[in-house]
């Protein structure tokens, strides 16, 4: 199958969060909607939800 699904930005934001809480790994991050994504984390609305869920730390399990 395709790998066409367009993720929202929550879902987007939370897979950042991750990235962030996750600093001692490198992630790859491939898209098909470079502009989209470029104007997404260029947005204050986006950083926004970045913020919030790193302080909610909804669905963000880290395992040591």
Do not use: C, Y
């Amino acid at each position: 199958g395709s790998m066409s699904t367009m993720l929202s930005s929550e879902v987007i934001a939370r897979i950042v969060a991750v990235m962030i809480i996750a600093h001692w790994h490198r992630f790859l991050v491939l898209t098909k909607r470079p502009d989209r994504m470029a104007a997404l984390l260029n947005s204050d609305d986006f950083r926004g939800l970045v913020i919030q869920e790193l302080a909610d730390g909804n669905g963000v399990f880290i395992e040591r």
